[in-house]
């Protein structure tokens, strides 16, 4: 009976010490994010810009040329194929580091979407195209 009573609480502690040991790995992980934020911004950024500037040309850059404006619908279209794009320029590993860098996958993706739309309503391209329509 002692001996069973030992065993457990052995056991007990041996579950105790894992759960704080990956606690411990957790929390450096996360400080290393932290630590290193910059530099992951900066690859962040540096593919969110290229792949901008593909689906730029490959699909904003007629509306500029005709100076029309494209459709709601369209933007929305062309603002998805800029996430998958990023994450495909990013690769699957990297595409988890920053999803555990921003928390989760819905934080991730709101934040790849707005560096679009704002990009997207900073493109002096467009301003003009806009104001040629108002003439």
Same mark, same amino acid.
């Given at each position: 009976?002692?001996?069973? +009573?030992?065993?457990? !609480?052995?056991?007990?502690?041996?579950?105790?010490?894992? +759960?704080?040991?990956?606690?411990?790995?957790?929390?450096?992980?996360? @400080?290393?994010?932290?630590?290193?934020?910059?530099?992951?911004?900066? +690859?962040?950024?540096?593919? @969110? &810009?290229?792949?901008? =500037?593909?689906?730029?040309? =490959?699909?904003?850059?007629?509306?500029?040329?005709? !100076?029309?404006?494209?459709?709601?619908?369209?933007?929305?279209?062309?603002?998805? &194929?800029?996430?998958?794009?990023?994450?495909?320029?990013?690769?699957?590993?990297?595409?988890?580091?920053?999803?555990?860098?921003?928390? =989760? &996958?819905?934080?991730?993706?709101?934040?790849?979407?707005?560096?679009?739309?704002?990009?997207?309503?900073?493109? &002096?391209?467009?301003?003009?195209?806009?104001?040629?329509? !108002?003439?």
């Amino acid at each position: 009976m002692e001996l069973a +009573i030992f065993l457990y !609480g052995i056991l007990g502690i041996s579950v105790i010490s894992l +759960i704080f040991y990956i606690k411990e790995l957790f929390d450096k992980k996360r @400080m290393n994010y932290i630590n290193n934020y910059t530099n992951y911004i900066t +690859i962040l950024n540096y593919h @969110m &810009e290229k792949a901008y =500037d593909i689906i730029h040309k =490959d699909n904003f850059l007629v509306y500029s040329l005709e !100076g029309t404006k494209p459709s709601e619908e369209d933007i929305n279209k062309h603002s998805k &194929e800029f996430a998958v794009l990023v994450m495909n320029m990013i690769g699957p590993m990297m595409e988890k580091e920053f999803i555990f860098l921003y928390g =989760d &996958e819905s934080s991730f993706y709101f934040n790849l979407l707005e560096f679009f739309n704002n990009k997207y309503e900073d493109d &002096e391209i467009r301003k003009t195209a806009l104001n040629n329509i !108002g003439n």
